[in-house]
């Protein structure tokens, strides 16, 4: 009898090791295997370079991927072409990306460029704050690439004329949000835009069957310059246009809102074949349903996560930073609106006497105050 006591507790032991261990095994949610090759030339024009990436989901639920890239030249996000540009991963599933450089000689400019390619794992719902900017933070992971363009054949330095580089511009039907990122903090990107969003899409659905799919914004603000789109398994956009939008194939699809050029939120939904299934609720439903109540509770998350910080004007000083750091995506209004938010702040730890770098804040706001004057 005693034997088996301790072969069974053994048993238990192992089991709780082995528990433990897969636990420990989740990541982030998103995970990047790059080539050995992260540094080519551009020896000839024109100069074509194809190459992929694995992206894997190594959390432990469901996920919308997007390929971000960045450049430190306008000029060469030009070259870059990536597949599949967005995308649906369940937990341990894999995709190979494919991107592909094109230098033709009317588009060449000498020069280092570092190209960083950042797929993207985007929240599923907003982090509700305690003024009027609403928090969207993505987890993320990189693969930089090194591309180098010399003079070739007495091509010289700079723009080709005829080159255009990217610029952000305003598509027609929306509006400028207030809207900018923040610099990385380790494997996260945080957005913030001047108003909380949620979607609201069930995360089953039929094939052929009109889904209501749809946002809800908080705090009385307006939807406009806010988009849908959903992605299918393969990778292919389509606008939603109408609340009812009917999904064309079997799969993992995504949900993905936008607002201007950034992708703030995804959610995905699986679309089964027809016929009456029994769907229980899962884990991502009830986790969207919590996080739902205590938006409406107002329940500060945001603040909740940075207790641990000892200045709270360090805040202030930070977005002021970012403001002046993004200050030419603002219009006039919306700088004047943002600049007082944080004025308003500071004021408010004043009147509460809270310790901290009051000097710094204030130096802070005062810059901004006067850069908002020579922009208006």
């Known amino acids: 009898m005693m034997r088996r006591i301790i072969i069974i507790s053994v048993l238990i032991i192992l089991l709780s090791h082995s528990v433990v261990g897969i636990a420990n095994a989740a990541g ?19 100069y074509t370079y194809n190459s992929s990436f694995v992206v894997l989901n190594d959390g432990q639920q469901d996920g919308v991927y997007v390929i971000r ?18 995308f649906v991963l369940s937990p341990g599933e894999s995709k190979l990306v494919h991107f592909e450089i094109n230098i ?35 987890i993320v992971d990189y693969y930089n690439l090194t591309l180098v363009v010399p003079p070739i054949n007495g091509f010289a330095a700079g723009i080709v004329e005829g080159g255009t580089p990217v610029v952000f511009q305003d598509i027609p039907g929306r509006v ?7 610099p990385l903090d380790g494997n996260r990107d945080v957005i913030e835009i001047d108003r909380a969003i949620r979607i609201n899409a069930p995360t089953a659905a039929t094939v052929q069957e009109p889904t209501s799919i749809s946002l809800s914004v908080f705090e009385g603000l307006s939807n406009r310059g806010i988009d849908l789109i959903a992605v299918s398994p393969e990778g292919i956009f389509y606008p939603i246009t109408s609340e009812d939008f009917t999904f064309t194939s079997e799969g993992k ?48 998350i945001w603040f909740l996560t940075r207790r641990s910080r000892t200045d709270p004007y360090q805040d202030i ?59 208006s």
């Open 69 to 86: 890239v960045t450049v430190d030249d306008p000029v060469a996000i030009t070259w870059i072409n990536v597949t599949p540009a967005a």
């Open 176 to 182: 400028n949000l207030v809207q900018y990122s923040r």
């Open 253 to 300: 699809w995504g949900i993905i809102a936008t607002a201007g050029d950034q992708m703030l939120l995804g959610k995905p939904i699986t679309i089964n074949k027809g016929g009456a299934q029994l769907v229980m609720p899962g884990m991502d439903t009830i986790l969207a349903a919590i996080s739902f109540i205590l938006l409406l509770s107002i329940v500060p």
């Open 28 to 46: 982030s949610g998103v995970k990047v295997f790059a080539p050995t090759e992260t540094f080519i030339e551009a020896d000839t024009l024109p």
């Open 317 to 375: 000083t930070f977005k002021a930073y970012v403001i002046r750091k993004y200050i030419d995506h603002f219009d006039s209004e919306k700088l004047k609106r943002a600049v007082g938010y944080i004025e308003d702040e500071y004021y408010d730890l004043i009147s509460k006497d809270a310790p901290g770098d009051r000097e710094q804040a204030r130096a802070s706001i005062d810059e901004l105050r006067t850069l908002t004057r020579l922009e």
């Open 104 to 138: 033709s000689n009317e588009q060449a400019k000498t020069g280092k460029y570092n190209i960083i390619f950042t797929p993207t794992l985007l929240p599923r719902n907003v982090e509700p704050y305690l003024d009027t900017f609403a928090q969207y933070v993505s």
